[in-house]
């Protein structure tokens, strides 16, 4: 049981926030909610208070409460900003205390309580240099910035800005609270997943890599965690990491391999999603200006000499994963990225990968759908030509964990 500090500032996500607070009650914790002037527009206390919270403050100089902007930041187990708007982001990475929401967290700051942010806003506000940077500065602060997820706003325009789901905010705040995962045999089943890119060493400052930042991956893990799998989540290093997930790093092709190989043989999975950027390329030789080897052992390479990197293509790893998983049933899902804006040659590229038999599922996407707006994905099984279409990471977590649950 937990003493939670819900705050809320002006959005249409108030209501959805407003979710949080039956679901904290079912399950023993007590909640408190600051209201700021804007947000008493979308949620009113009585309803708060209905829903099931103990107490709401929206005036820093209430009669006789003038001192809970200190008290509350002692009280709260947890602090949680949900939804936060774009205004009170800024005020709170310029330390502005202009009210009770703002100066409670000012004041709570050196309280150490975990602390997360859920914005909630139109996309360009999000957007915006003064939001990204105040995102960046609260963050470097400790505090838990949540990401924001795709779809439809209350304006209605479609893009990034929507506040979390409520049950994506209640794991995000067990896994700032560190609450214990669930053990594997009390779960829908182990689940193994690759996350980020691969990294091949040129020297020991330098490497071939790519640009993925593991985001999609770490949503699905933190999803499928969420609905009850037991996650092991293998990630780059480089990689942002789910939260919920356990988490093994690799940096190279050669340690993926591994540790796909060891991961998958020693353990029990019922599926492994495999969207991991793993380069096509391993670096066979360095040579110098006389085609000669080049020595790099713990060291840096020479900037003064030319450099020929002598490349080996790397073999797939996707086909490969039922044959070293020690669960033959195990569903294989694998990621494709295309290049090309013709339909029939995408879907030949991602028949290519379903017409092998140990691969169950395919996740599409074109390199022409993904922008800082919007990422899309196609979802493919081998049981129908049809693809389910998916509007970002959440969408795409919740479709791969109805199919897993429906699959045979
Ligand atoms: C209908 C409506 C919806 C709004 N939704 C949002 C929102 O989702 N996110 C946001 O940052 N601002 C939103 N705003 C604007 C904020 O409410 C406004 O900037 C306000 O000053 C925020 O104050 P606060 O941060 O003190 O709560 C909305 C305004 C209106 C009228």
């Known amino acids: 049981m937990s003493n939670i500090l819900l705050l809320m500032s002006g959005s249409i996500a108030c209501e959805k926030a407003s979710g949080l607070i039956p679901v904290f ?27 099931g919270g103990e107490a709401v403050f929206a005036d820093t100089f209430a009669l006789n409460e003038e001192m809970q902007h200190i008290d509350l930041g002692h009280w709260a187990d947890i602090i949680i900003i949900a939804p936060a708007s774009a205004n009170t982001l800024n005020k709170l990475a310029a330390g502005i205390a ?6 409670t967290l000012l004041a709570a700051y050196s309280l150490n309580k975990p602390t997360l942010i859920a914005p909630a806003m139109n996309s360009r506000m999000l957007a915006h240099p003064a939001t990204q940077a105040s995102m960046k500065t609260l963050q470097s602060w400790g505090y838990h910035l949540l990401e924001t997820a795709y779809g439809e706003l209350a304006c209605g325009e479609v893009g990034r800005g929507r506040l979390l789901e409520v049950e994506q905010l209640l794991a995000a705040i067990d896994a700032a609270t560190k609450k214990p995962q669930p053990r594997a045999e009390t779960t829908k089943g182990r689940l193994l997943i690759t996350v980020g890119g691969t990294r091949e060493a040129i020297d020991s400052v330098r490497y071939i890599g790519n640009r ?25 290093e480089s990689a942002l990491k789910p939260v919920l997930a356990e988490v093994i790093t690799f940096v190279s092709f050669e340690d993926l391999a591994k540790q796909l190989k060891r991961q998958l043989s020693t353990e029990n999975f ?55 998983s020690k669960n033959t049933e195990i569903k294989v899902v694998g990621f494709k990225l295309t290049d090309s804006r013709d339909v029939q040659v995408q879907r030949e590229a991602v028949g290519r990968l379903l017409s092998q038999d140990s691969i169950d599922a395919v996740v599409h996407n074109d390199l022409s759908e993904i922008t800082e707006e919007q990422h899309s994905f196609h979802f493919y099984t081998n049981a129908s030509a049809n693809a389910n279409d998916c509007n970002g990471a959440t969408e795409l977590s919740a479709g791969l964990q109805q199919w897993m649950e429906k699959a045979p």
């Open 25 to 51: 009650q079912d399950r023993g914790d007590c909640v408190r909610v600051i209201l700021t002037q804007s947000a008493g527009h979308f949620v009113s206390s009585s309803k708060l208070l209905e829903l």
């Open 212 to 236: 993925s930042s593991g985001k999609t991956a770490s949503m699905i893990a933190d999803h499928l965690s969420a609905a009850g799998y037991a996650v092991t989540a293998l990630c780059a």
């Open 270 to 324: 019922v599926a492994v999603i495999h969207p991991a950027a793993v380069s096509d390329y391993s670096i066979e030789a360095l040579l110098g200006a006389d085609n000669q080897p080049l020595c790099t052992t713990g060291g840096k390479l020479s900037s003064k000499n030319s450099l020929l990197i002598q490349l080996t293509p790397n073999p797939k790893l996707l086909g490969q994963l039922r044959g070293w």
């Open 98 to 103: 202009d009210d009770m929401l703002t100066t």
